[in-house]
């Protein structure tokens, strides 16, 4: 729970820095971020050339993927309806049943992709790839914890 909670305000918390630039920036900041992230699992895991050839497309696919399902959940508080005080209207029950079929649906996915990996990477370095993804995501939270702590 822990972890969900915190990828989806990490993702909405990337989403609206990038809400806030054009779209040509949206593009070169996303591709930068990419870029940092693929260079930083590929030394954590130490991945080949033809590991990483094949590595990063499975990837990809996965990240898409997750992508998709955290843009659904969102997507439900983005379009929630409104009182007449311009508040939103949220049904707690459907809101709350959609995230546990949401975690159901995240932890299918990495348990498929799990397989896959398996397949490209020794167990060695799944084991690496998987401490890359927790260590990723907490320098992205320090990182976001230092901008928000310059602003005060």
């Not at 033809?50 to 590595?55: H, K, L, T």
């Not at 049904?91 to 049943?97: A, G």
Request: include cysteine; proline fraction near 1%.
């Amino acid at each position: 729970m822990k972890r969900y909670t915190l990828f989806l305000i990490l993702s909405l918390c990337v989403a609206g820095l990038f809400a806030q630039t054009s779209q040509d920036e949206h593009a070169k900041r996303w591709e930068e971020f990419k870029a940092k992230r693929a260079a930083f699992y590929t030394e954590k895991i130490c991945l080949t050339a033809d590991e990483a050839q094949v590595f990063w497309p499975v990837f990809n696919e996965l990240q898409e993927k997750k992508g998709q399902l955290h843009h659904k959940i969102s997507e439900q508080f983005r379009n929630a309806k409104k009182d007449e005080k311009g508040e939103r209207i949220i049904d707690f029950v459907k809101v709350t049943d959609d995230m546990i079929n949401f975690k159901v649906q995240e932890s299918s996915l990495d348990k498929s992709y799990h397989e896959k990996f398996k397949k490209i990477l020794s167990p060695e370095k799944l084991f690496k790839y998987y401490n890359a993804e927790r260590e990723w995501t907490n320098n992205l939270l320090k990182e976001m914890d230092k901008r928000g702590g310059d602003k005060k």
